[in-house]
T-cell receptor
Framework: GENVEQHPSTLSVQEGDSAVIKCTYS??????FPWYKQELGKRPQLIID?????GEKKDQRIAVTLNKTAKHFSLHITETQPEDSAVYFC???????????FGKGTHLIIQP | GAVVSQHPSWVICKSGTSVKIECRSL??????MFWYRQFPKQSLMLMAT?????????EQGVEKDKFLINHASLTLSTLTVTSAHPEDSSFYIC?????????????FGDGTRLSIL
């Protein structure tokens, strides 16, 4: 089955700086890679996703890059703000009919 | 659009009780729904794939007799935790993708926090 590794487990950055979270996956058949933000006690919220036919996707301050050859994908958050503080999860799946395999999460702390 | 409703949001019950959790897609139909479990300060783990009109597919290590899944319609899947014990205490969350739309992301319910005393 799929195995998703996520690093780092904790990331502390100064407000206004950029944050990068990296994930690797094992199953070459995976073709869907979402990123979720989860606040304590709440549902995961999709912040951006990418499919295997695309190498990079951007939405305002958030971007995701995918390297299918190396089986890794990364989340980039620029101009970080205090409200970006949360736990971020990467995930991988083979498609709409497949459940998601999640990474272990990254606790992002934005220092004022 | 694409709202998933989960009920109840919080359950506290005694050991040995069976607990049913409902997951409904409010404005779309879903042949497939997914059930995840999240222990405190851990990641979400896929428990099972719920298939409308057929048996659920369970992930390795998940007891099918312990976690009963029924997907009787295109908008409702239920997870019943049978004879719950304290180690079953967790955050249970479902998700669904609109049927026939390949590029739609999974939509999550708000989750159910289950506490077994």
């Amino acid at each position: 089955g799929e195995n998703v590794e996520q690093h780092p487990s904790t990331l502390s950055v100064q407000e206004g700086d950029s944050a990068v979270i990296k994930c690797t996956y094992s199953d070459s058949a995976s073709n869907y890679f979402p990123w979720y933000k989860q606040e304590l006690g709440k549902r995961p919220q999709l912040i951006i996703d990418i499919r295997s036919n695309v190498g990079e996707k951007k939405d305002q301050r958030i971007a995701v890059t995918l390297n299918k050859t190396a089986k890794h994908f990364s989340l980039h958050i620029t101009e970080t703000q205090p409200e970006d503080s949360a736990v971020y999860f990467c995930a991988a799946a083979g498609g709409g009919a497949d459940g998601l395999t999640f990474g272990k999460g990254t606790h992002l702390i934005i220092q004022p | 659009g694409a709202v998933v409703s989960q009920h109840p949001s919080w359950v506290i019950c005694k050991s040995g009780t069976s607990v049913k959790i409902e997951c409904r897609s409010l404005d779309f139909q879903a042949t497939t729904m997914f059930w995840y479990r999240q222990f405190p300060k851990q990641s979400l783990m896929l428990m099972a794939t719920s298939n409308e009109g057929s048996k659920a597919t369970y992930e390795q290590g998940v007891e099918k007799d312990k976690f009963l899944i029924n997907h009787a319609s295109l908008t409702l899947s239920t997870l019943t935790v049978t004879s719950a014990h304290p180690e079953d205490s967790s955050f249970y969350i479902c998700s669904a993708t609109p049927e026939g739309v390949d590029d739609q992301p999974q939509h999550f319910g708000d989750g159910t926090r289950l506490s077994i005393l």
